[in-house]
T-cell receptor, first 114, second 113 residues
Framework: DGGITQSPKYLFRKEGQNVTLSCEQN?????MYWYRQDPGQGLRLIYY???????QKGDIAEGYSVSREKKESFPLTVTSAQKNPTAFYLC?????????????FGSGTRLTVV | GNSVTQMEGPVTLSEEAFLTINCTYT??????LFWYVQYPGEGLQLLLK?????DKGSNKGFEATYRKETTSFHLEKGSVQVSDSAVYFC????????????FGTGTSLTVIP
């Protein structure tokens, strides 16, 4: 079945460490997105990519980095510069064209700083 | 700018009660409107959508009508079930902005037997 796979489901990070969250899709979607979800704040866009080897900052990109070397993959690195990384991270994808299409979401990664 | 405002929760209803979750939006251009549902510990799932004024989206007994004159997209269901307990997000998407979504803050619904 086509879909988006995020891994790991739970991730613990020590202070000062970089960690990478995986997002893989087999939907042949061009566009991919990373969102952060905090309680009571809804979803906030971190980065998005509409095509391989290109990506754009979202509303809260500071302290995060991404790459898009393959159409299927859009990993997110949470760097030590991100001062409050504990959150639920959601990856999504969509056909590049057509704003009538919805996103397909992964099941999320819960990151906790220990 | 572009934004979505949802009624604040949490909402608690008895089984078979009528549900309304209000959603209003501000957008430049002509958005498509969506409702997503999130079950505990999971990602969001598309519930329904409407892509132009006066369209009605529907799915699993839920409905929402795109009202351009009131910039609203309220979610309704005539008879809720315990299994409808989840967080509901209203969202809009407009062209030429990277096709990104703008989400409301979510409304938590709990249905009790």
């Amino acid at each position: 079945d086509g879909g988006i796979t995020q891994s790991p489901k739970y991730l613990f990070r020590k202070e000062g460490q970089n960690v990478t969250l995986s997002c893989e899709q087999n939907l042949n979607h061009d566009a991919m997105y990373w969102y952060r979800q905090d309680p009571g704040q809804g979803l906030r866009l971190i980065y998005y990519s509409q095509i391989v080897n290109d990506f754009q900052k979202g509303d809260i990109a500071e302290g995060y980095s991404v790459s898009r070397e393959k159409k299927e993959s859009f990993p997110l690195t949470v760097t030590s510069a991100q001062k409050n990384p504990t959150a639920f991270y959601l990856c999504a994808s969509s056909p590049e064209t057509g704003y009538n299409y919805g996103y397909t979401f992964g099941s999320g990664t819960r990151l906790t700083v220990v | 700018g572009n934004s979505v405002t949802q009624m604040e929760g949490p909402v608690t209803l008895s089984e078979e009660a009528f549900l309304t979750i209000n959603c209003t939006y501000t957008a430049t251009g002509y958005p498509s409107l969506f409702w997503y549902v999130q079950y505990p510990g999971e990602g969001l799932q598309l519930l329904l959508k409407a892509t132009k004024a006066d369209d009605k989206g529907s799915n699993k007994g839920f409905e929402a009508t795109y009202r351009k004159e009131t910039t609203s997209f309220h979610l309704e269901k005539g008879s809720v079930q315990v299994s409808d307990s989840a967080v509901y997000f209203c969202a809009l998407r407009i062209p030429n902005t990277g096709n990104q979504f703008y989400f409301g803050t979510g409304t938590s619904l709990t249905v009790i037997p």
